[in-house]
């Protein structure tokens, strides 16, 4: 009944909603035969091969999966730094 | 064109196949057409007891393909539903004793004599599931709402498309429209979102499922079950037929939902 409280007071996600999560990470991983682990390599290599060319923050990288129907999406939102911050930093 | 041969798989055991293979044929078969329906899976046969013919083999389906029997010698004949025929699986051999060619040119030579073939794969994405999808025009992936069971039916279509037999057909068993309701079950948009395959089918949970297995009589011929209104509905879908979900229960909130679910179904 508690569970059922704190779903009504939105501080649990309901079982199903955390099941439909789960799965759907899993589903993503299993599709492209990608351990979790994995991508988080893949981040950090990208993070490494954008930075030696525009200055980013790599606290502000989102790298992640999407499912479009069966297919499968690698997103990354990627915030550049300002030129001008860019060049003051390389100056200071 | 409709397809004849439809194979019933899962990825998962224990999520209702061979439950569903029985009562999809039942259904043609009471309907009129010839349907053949044969047990691919070798070593674990059940399909014969859940149709309630298990005292009636001779042949099986390994015998078939060693030349011990003709075809039509394997095929056990209904009493109770005249069109309806049974293939059995042998129960001493395992699955390297049938090949997918075996089971294409086994197939092949009833296509031209029945209306439909229903083939009831194992469980597995070894050579029993390829042997069951090889000769199939349509194959039929039947799943629970439980998130084991859902990831396998994600590997398993998968599979078929790798094996160029998609886009797979998705049917979803024990649905607990309650549970659903206080979502603590996925619910048949969650699961189809999941899997994006058109969904031809929701069977409820339903306790008359094991009553009627118990006494090998599929529960089709239970007019009166709202599991067996289910499987009907399917066999109708799967003969062409455009038909509404049934409502798993008098809330319009859940109804309509799963008839959203069914203008939106193809892909």
Do not use: W
């Not at chain 1, 009944?1 to 899993?26: C, H, N, T, Y």
């Not at chain 2, 070894?126 to 090889?134: K, Q, S, V």
């Not at chain 2, 979803?172 to 058109?198: C, F, G, H, Q, T």
């Not at chain 2, 011929?221 to 009907?232: N, P």
Request: net charge neutral; with cysteine; aromatic share 2%.
């Amino acid at each position: 009944m508690s569970s059922f409280l704190d779903r009504i007071l939105g501080r649990e996600k309901s079982s199903a909603q955390q099941a439909k999560e789960r799965l759907k990470l899993v589903i993503i991983h299993d599709r492209i035969d990608i351990n979790p682990g994995t991508v988080d390599i893949l981040k950090d290599e990208l993070i490494d091969v954008i930075s030696r060319h525009v200055e980013i923050d790599p606290a502000e990288v989102r790298i992640e999966m999407t499912q479009d129907g069966r297919q499968q999406r690698l997103i990354a939102d990627i915030p550049l730094n300002p030129a001008g911050r860019r060049r003051s930093r390389q100056h200071a | 064109m409709i397809d004849q041969v439809i194979t019933i798989t899962s990825g998962k055991g224990g999520v209702g196949k061979t439950t569903a293979t029985a009562n999809i044929a039942t259904a043609l078969a009471v309907d009129g057409k010839k349907v053949v329906c044969i047990d691919a899976d070798i070593g674990l046969r059940n399909l014969d007891v859940v149709l309630g013919l298990e005292n009636r083999i001779v042949y099986d389906l390994v015998d078939v393909v060693e030349g011990r029997c003709r075809l039509r010698q394997a095929m056990i004949r209904d009493k109770r539903i005249p069109t309806l025929y049974l293939i059995p699986a042998a129960q001493t051999r395992d699955k390297t004793a049938v090949s997918p060619s075996d089971m294409v040119r086994l197939i092949d030579e009833l296509r031209t004599d029945s209306d439909y073939i229903l083939i009831d794969s194992p469980a597995g994405i070894e050579r029993g599931f390829r042997n069951a999808i090889a000769p199939a025009d349509i194959v039929v992936v039947i799943t629970n709402p439980e998130i084991s069971a859902v990831r396998d039916a994600d590997r398993i279509i998968g599979l078929i498309e790798a094996e160029e037999k998609g886009p797979a057909r998705l049917v979803l068993n024990r649905i607990k429209p309650d549970m659903v309701k206080r979502e603590d079950m996925l619910s048949p948009d969650d699961v189809v979102e999941l899997l994006a395959i058109e969904l031809i089918g929701i069977i409820p949970e339903d306790e008359k499922v094991i009553l009627s297995t118990n006494r090998g009589i599929p529960i089709v011929l239970d007019g009166k079950s709202k599991s067996g209104q289910a499987f009907r509905n399917i066999a109708s879908r799967l003969s062409g037929n455009e038909v509404p979900f049934i409502s798993l229960e008098d809330s319009n909130g859940f109804f309509g939902r799963i008839s959203r679910l069914m203008r939106s179904g193809g892909n």
